[in-house]
């Protein structure tokens, strides 16, 4: 378990799509270069995906999404990308998740029931009046949050 947990979370995904399982610790970015290439076509023509992660999610705490889109500098940008989001939640086998509804933005705050549950992003790139097919982060389980944390630890000093 200990070793498992060195993998970042989309590693099962990853495997399951033909990523060749390798260290944990060139994981990270093994497998970010692995889905890179899987989207090529999701990426827009003069861009390129530098970065695609979510934040530690903590309850009700503010958790938020990384998509670095690069630019090439040979073409214009002119309408600017835009990036559109939607969260969803999910359990450990990481192929159902269900939509949140109204989370819509690129950050997020887990609510108490998500907690031991997987959040997953999609980010959909538009330019112009092209929309791109989505790429996605997801992100390590939910853990309880400060507060929470303050409570339990306040009862047991009783």
């Not at 995906?49 to 670095?68: G, M, N």
Request: hydrophobic share 40%; aromatic share 12%; charged share 25%.
């Amino acid at each position: 378990m200990a070793i498992a947990r060195r993998y970042p979370a989309h590693t099962a995904l990853c495997i399951r799509d033909g990523w060749e399982f390798g260290r944990p610790e060139h994981a990270v970015e093994s497998t970010f270069r692995f889905l890179v290439e899987k989207w090529q076509d999701h990426i827009p023509s003069g861009f390129f995906l530098k970065e695609a992660s979510i934040d530690k999610p903590l309850e009700e705490d503010v958790c938020r999404s990384h998509f670095t889109f690069v630019h090439d500098g040979a073409t214009s940008t002119d309408p600017p990308l835009v990036l559109k989001y939607q969260w969803f939640r999910g359990d450990l086998t990481l192929s159902n998740f269900i939509p949140i509804q109204d989370a819509t933005d690129e950050f997020y705050l887990p609510k108490h029931d998500e907690i031991g549950k997987i959040l997953k992003v999609e980010c959909t790139p538009t330019l112009g009046e092209t929309k791109y097919p989505s790429i996605f982060a997801i992100s390590s389980r939910v853990k309880p949050g400060r507060l929470a944390l303050f409570l339990i630890d306040e009862q047991l000093t009783f």
